[in-house]
């Protein structure tokens, strides 16, 4: 299942829950300015509480706003991080 994940996560047979999670993240990540009411609503959907989605938004947030800061600052990747490319 990890393989299948890492490869596409969207085609590796995750449940309703994670699927809804990670396509609300990648919207989110993407393109921001583009979250409606609908996005929260399919959560909600799947069994989140608002907790569960401010958790999961506080996680994307600051995921982004950490790559930001080691990008503006021209910190380099750790030796042992695997390159995308590769």
């Known amino acids: 299942m990890l393989a299948r994940i890492d490869e596409d996560w969207s085609t590796a047979g995750l449940s309703g829950p994670r699927m809804a999670m990670l396509t609300y993240a990648v919207k989110l990540t993407r393109t921001p300015g583009e979250m409606v009411s609908a996005d929260v609503d399919a959560l909600r959907e ?7 989605i401010l ?14 800061l080691a990008d503006g600052l021209g910190i380099q990747l750790e030796d042992w991080y695997p390159d995308e490319d590769s």
């Open 55 to 68: 958790d999961i938004v506080e996680v994307v947030a600051y995921y982004a706003y950490a790559n930001r």
């Open 46 to 52: 799947q069994g989140f509480s608002d907790r569960d």
